[in-house]
């Protein structure tokens, strides 16, 4: 099985500009969650999708948004972006629905850079 | 309200000697407690998860780690180093999700501990 994939690796971007990351999860796998990793603030929990439905997000503000669709690939978009926004934004999948007990298997990581 | 505090920001270990992470947590509700290993440059990948079964946790590459209820700590400890052990590694805390929702599909981690192995 092909495991979490994203796209780009990598983004180089300027401040005021936004983004959009896109995460594909292992087959079958109907939750999606999206994570931000900085050397200062270590890895947050953005948000969690299942079944195209937002169910939980963690303190970011309303410039980070998320969805998934049908087929429970997901994306993530950051507005007017902010120097303080590079990081690695990681993207994880699971079987059920965001369930403790369940695991969270990881993509690479997209490296966005803002300037 | 969940965390996880790991004692220790760097590790420094001989190769072949044993591996020693201290992680504690703090939880309202029953957690599942995970280790997961960063390469540089990498993903995040699990080596090992306690779900209320067994409180000697298996994992893989010779890992393992001991969910201790009363010490509120789950340490993750390999008898022999080896190279390819040099790595972060993240102590992560799930809480079983509530009637509420707000637990679902987060997962809190520590700050990582960076390990290095000597030859």
């Known amino acids: 099985k092909a495991g979490v994939t994203q796209t780009p690796r990598y983004l180089i971007k300027t401040r005021g500009q936004q983004v959009t990351l896109s995460c594909s999860p292992i087959s079958g796998h109907r939750s999606v969650s999206w994570y931000q990793q900085t050397p200062g603030q270590g890895l947050q929990f953005l948000f969690e999708y299942f079944s195209e439905t937002q169910r939980n997000k963690g303190n970011f503000p309303g410039r980070f948004s998320g969805r998934q669709f049908s087929n429970s690939r997901s994306e993530m978009n950051v507005s007017t972006l902010e120097l303080g926004d590079s990081a690695l934004y990681l993207c994880?999948?699971?079987?059920?629905?965001?369930?403790?007990?369940?695991?969270?298997?990881f993509g690479p990581g997209t490296r966005l850079t803002v300037l | 309200a969940q965390s996880v505090t790991q004692l220790d920001s760097h590790v420094s270990v001989s190769e072949g000697t044993p591996v020693l992470l201290r992680c504690n947590y703090s939880?309202?509700?029953?957690?599942?407690l995970f280790w997961y290993v960063q390469h540089p440059n990498k993903g995040l990948q699990l080596l090992l998860k306690y779900t209320s079964a067994a409180t000697l946790v298996k994992g893989i590459n010779g890992f393992e780690a001991e969910f201790k209820k009363s010490e509120t700590s789950f340490h993750l400890t390999k008898p022999s180093a080896h190279m390819s052990d040099a790595a972060e590694y993240f102590c992560?805390?799930?809480?079983?999700?509530?009637?509420?929702?707000?637990?679902?599909?987060?997962?809190?981690f520590g700050q990582g501990t960076i390990l290095t192995v000597h030859p």
């Open positions: 992560v805390v799930s809480d079983q999700a509530n009637a509420g929702g707000t637990s679902y599909g987060k997962l809190t």
């Open positions: 994880a999948s699971s079987f059920e629905r965001g369930r403790a007990q369940d695991t969270q298997y």
């Open positions: 939880s309202s509700y029953s957690p599942s």
